[in-house]
């Protein structure tokens, strides 16, 4: 498993599911052309390029070049990688017919495949001296009143606001971004003044 600083941002769910086979990442999805209309995630996407780098792996079709495209003119390129599958021609095993151009999708290539993709990029693993922090677990924000209470919806609003984070990251979206983008010390700050 490849683990990389940067976030990594694909099309679609099934995409990002392949993925999390081989990465051990944030990995967003733009909703296929949903990006295009939602600034929330717009703006989230330029912070995390400029604080931690964005990889852009789209599919080898028109449409997954519309998105990279989007993507890439509101992206300063220094904070940009851009991973390309090949093209390879058949059809997802979820699908009952192949796509409009034929091509296969980044769900439906290979994990070998993937993985040469990014060492064609220069993308390679995270070398870290120190132990990864003990991961936030759900347990972790029940306690803290961010889920399972009557005023966790509000309080967790409120903490997502104070974080600059886009309201609508769910519960397990949440976790996934306090593990990986927000420093621990920031996160516990950002508690201590919501209770005051």
């Known amino acids: ?104 999708g980044v769900e439906g290539v290979s994990e070998q495949v993937l993985l040469d993709a990014f060492a064609r990029a220069g993308v390679t693993a995270l070398q870290s001296e120190q132990p990864p922090e003990q991961p936030l677990t759900a347990a972790d924000l029940f306690e803290l009143g961010l889920s399972g209470s009557p005023n966790s919806t509000q309080k967790r609003k409120a903490l997502l606001q104070k974080l600059a984070l886009p309201e609508r990251l769910s519960t397990t979206a949440l976790l996934r971004v306090l593990n990986t983008c927000v420093p621990r010390e920031a996160f516990y700050e950002a508690i201590k003044e919501l209770e005051t």
């Open 1 to 104: 498993m490849i683990r990389l600083k940067e976030a990594v941002i694909v099309e679609g769910k099934y995409d990002k599911i392949k993925l999390e086979n081989i990465l051990d990442a944030l990995i967003l999805t733009t909703d296929g052309f949903g990006i295009f209309k939602d600034k929330e995630k717009q703006t989230f996407l330029r912070r995390l390029a400029c604080e931690r780098g964005l990889i852009i792996l789209t599919d080898s079709d028109s449409a997954g070049f519309l998105i990279r495209n989007f993507l890439q003119s509101s992206i300063p390129p220094s904070q940009l990688t851009h991973v390309y599958i090949p093209d390879l021609f058949g059809k997802e095993k979820r699908k009952a017919v192949p796509g409009k151009e034929g091509k296969l």
